[in-house]
């Protein structure tokens, strides 16, 4: 079957309520003519513009014409009919039939010739129709939407799938997170807790849960040891230094057994750096776990806190000699063949005798006193050091630390303010390190307690924050991937009440009446949504702002990786959207009176009168069409919005929300994609920021 051609006719006059010479310049513009020429035309007769025209280029024309105020009809090019031949003549004498009249000639096209009047060439003929046995189409040649129909049966069918999809979703993701959480969630790491001793030449040593540093006395790096150089699985107290190349520690090991597994060994290991050997002390294996190590050099011994007991180990005959004197977590040191502790239950030093007939005897007690507290029995000695210049304490008090420098003999003479919990200080060449509690950052004092410029502690920071950057990463990851999956759950559900809402629509539209436009007057004014630019001026500068705001935001927060992607995913998502929501086209809209019609972007029409016409707020609908009247329209008037809304408000009726957002939805109005497009990224910044969020607080 050929394609159906059609004629663009101009009626040779404007649109009631448009001016002449406006329309005589748009016409003149949109064919490009000269001005007489586009004047000659406006005389009153019908011109064929277009001759032979498929159906979406008239569909074009005739709305884009009337838009700019021309009178436009549409008519079906029927080639004319054959003239009939002329019947055989009677075998009686008669005079032969008249042949019929020759068909009418066909109108000539702009600007050289006129239409006739005649529009008994504009339809089909009653043979024509007869023969087609339908009626005439739509003579403006726009496609008419099909309404979305569904049986009830069928609608209840699929509601019950989905709603058993949806449970069986629900199980199999909460399994899934479950498994990936259990099998792959990352081992927790170790408090950063940084411990340091030095000897008298300024060899100073430093370690972390994962590291060991050993610097001059010029605080250059010397050796920097990972747990896997020194085949640990963890390092934990306070080292012990026993010369420039050599030093112990209290850690664990993994080990093979004979049967083929592993077996975790903690205790004490004496490490040489070269070559780089770490050595189990075999012969304090039966005691229970080493917490902290402290070495003796006038009598070479290595004294090693159990907790419960308290060990002495001679690394050069390799013997040792153990006591049931029970430090607990209580720090101690050695000075001058004397062993200090400090004591549980006041701010005072426990003095011990380290001589081998009076081993571990307690001979005396030395209390701290700071004058400017009210109750200075209640401190309790946290860490301690001796230097020539008397001792430096550490005194805390419900949860708060002070720095003290004391006499010799236990006199006051200093109090140093410090903000953070301090875990421990170290005497180094003619100062005094202190350091703060999982920070891995040293204050520097000189002897007299004057602050000093700070220790430069990268070798122990850098790998580090490497470390705690990749466990961050792998908990985001893993979360990241449940919040998705779970994410699936409100996503189905969402899409289940979509569907819910378009059938109930669509129930709606059976019994709804719509007319077509052969039913409309001539006199419809055709409305084109256009774009007010001044309005998205204002829009882009207010995004502008809202852009700077959201870049100060995360350069000047404490932000990680995932929360700086959502931020920027929603700000520029919300840009983009309401960009394409104002500025995308949405068709044309036309009205008389009660009768409206409206065009999408495709071509697609629809027209209604009284029920068949739905509002919400500035949009009109028909069955499946919407059209926005809203602030960014300005080719409409304020007047002629009113007026279309006045209409369809005494006329129509008012529909839901819910059912607007369907009617949006179901038509691919801009506004409901770029609603869509937003929401979905709201969606994704909402799981980022859960990943963030669950992977931080997590800690197992």
């Known amino acids: 079957m050929s394609e159906e051609l059609f004629d663009i006719v101009f009626l040779g006059r404007a649109i009631q309520g448009f001016s002449q010479e406006d329309v005589e310049q748009a016409l003149a513009q949109r064919l490009k003519l000269t001005p007489e020429k586009a004047q000659a035309i406006f005389n009153g007769k019908p011109i064929t513009l277009k001759r032979s025209a498929p159906k979406p280029l008239a569909s074009k024309l005739y709305v884009q014409l009337r838009s700019i105020g021309a009178d436009i009809k549409v008519r079906r090019n029927t080639p004319a009919p054959a003239p009939a031949p002329a019947p055989a003549p009677a075998p009686a004498p008669a005079p032969a039939p008249a042949p019929a009249p ?39 040649l726009l496609k008419r939407t099909q309404a979305q129909q569904a049986a009830t049966d069928t609608t209840q069918l699929r509601s019950t799938a989905a709603a058993a999809a949806l449970v069986s ?54 050796y920097d040891f990972s747990l896997d150089d020194l085949d640990l699985s963890e390092i934990r107290g306070k080292p012990a230094l026993l010369s420039a190349d050599r030093f112990a520690l209290a850690g664990s090991r993994w080990t093979n057994t004979p049967h083929n597994t592993q077996e975790l060994i ?32 006038s009598s070479e011994r290595l004294y090693i806190n159990h907790g419960s007991y308290l060990s002495a180990y001679n690394p050069s005959n390799e013997r040792s000699r153990s006591t049931t004197l029970a430090l607990g977590d209580e720090t101690f040191s050695m000075f001058e063949g004397l062993m200090y502790a400090s004591a549980p239950d006041a701010p005072a030093l426990r003095v011990f005798s380290i001589d081998d007939r009076t081993f571990m005897r307690e001979l005396d007690q030395i209390l701290f006193i700071d004058p400017a507290d009210a109750e200075p029995l209640t401190n309790r000695v946290n860490s301690f050091v001796e230097t020539e210049a008397g001792w430096w304490i550490i005194l805390r008090k419900n949860g708060k630390d002070s720095l003290h420098r004391f006499s010799p003999l236990g006199e006051h003479l200093q109090k140093i303010d410090v903000e953070q919990s301090i875990s421990g200080l170290v005497r180094w060449r003619e100062s005094v390190l202190a350091i703060p509690e999982h920070s891995g950052g040293f204050l520097k004092f000189s002897s007299a307690g004057v602050a000093e410029a700070s220790f430069n502690n990268q070798a122990l920071l850098a790998p580090r924050q490497a ?56 006199s419809i004014r055709w409305y084109n ?34 929360e700086t992607a959502a931020i920027a995913l929603t700000a520029m998502s919300s840009a983009l959207s309401a960009f394409y929501a104002l500025s995308a086209r949405h068709g044309f809209i036309g009205q008389d009176g009660p009768n409206l019609v409206l065009v999408d972007g495709q071509g697609s029409w629809e027209a209604g009168r009284n029920a068949s016409v739905r509002w919400y707020g500035p949009y009109v609908a028909t069955r499946h069409l919407v059209s926005y009247l809203g602030w960014q329209c300005s080719s409409l008037s304020l007047r002629g919005k009113n007026g279309i809304l006045r209409n369809a408000k005494s006329s129509g009726t008012q529909i839901s929300l819910t059912s607007l957002l369907a009617l949006l939805t179901r038509a691919g109005h801009p506004h409901a994609q770029a609603g869509i497009a937003w929401l979905i990224s709201l969606y994704m910044s909402g799981l980022l920021v859960l990943a963030s969020v669950v992977a931080d607080m997590i800690r197992w």
């Open 529 to 562: 949504a256009q774009l007010s630019w001044i309005r998205l001026l204002y829009l882009t500068g207010a995004s502008a702002v809202i852009g700077l705001i959201v870049v100060s935001i995360i350069l000047y927060s404490d932000l990680n990786t995932l």
């Open 102 to 140: 020759a068909p009418a000639p066909a109108p000539r096209s702009v600007p050289d010739t006129k239409e006739s009047s005649n529009r008994a060439d504009q339809g089909i003929t009653k043979s024509n129709k007869a023969q087609l046995g339908t009626p005439s189409p739509n003579p403006y």
């Open 169 to 222: 979703l629900l199980l199999c993701v909460l399994g899934l997170v479950l498994s990936a959480y259990w099998k792959h969630w990352p081992a927790p790491l170790p408090q950063f807790d940084v411990h340091g001793v030095a000897l008298d030449n300024g060899t100073l040593l430093l370690t972390t849960p994962e590291r060991v540093v050993v610097h001059d006395h010029a605080g250059l790096i010397r």
């Open 467 to 522: 470390l705690e950057a990749v466990h961050f990463r792998e908990r985001s990851l893993l979360t990241l991937s449940a919040a998705i999956l779970l994410g699936i759950l409100p996503l189905g559900l969402m899409i289940f009440f979509s569907h819910k809402w378009l059938n109930e629509l669509a129930k709606h539209d059976v019994a709804s009446p719509s007319q077509g436009l052969l039913e409309l007057p001539p």
């Open 266 to 297: 903690e205790g004490a290991f004496l490490c040489q750096t070269e070559p780089l050997e770490c050595k189990f002390i075999e012969s304090l294996k039966v005691f229970p776990k080493a917490l902290d190590l402290f070495f003796e050099p």
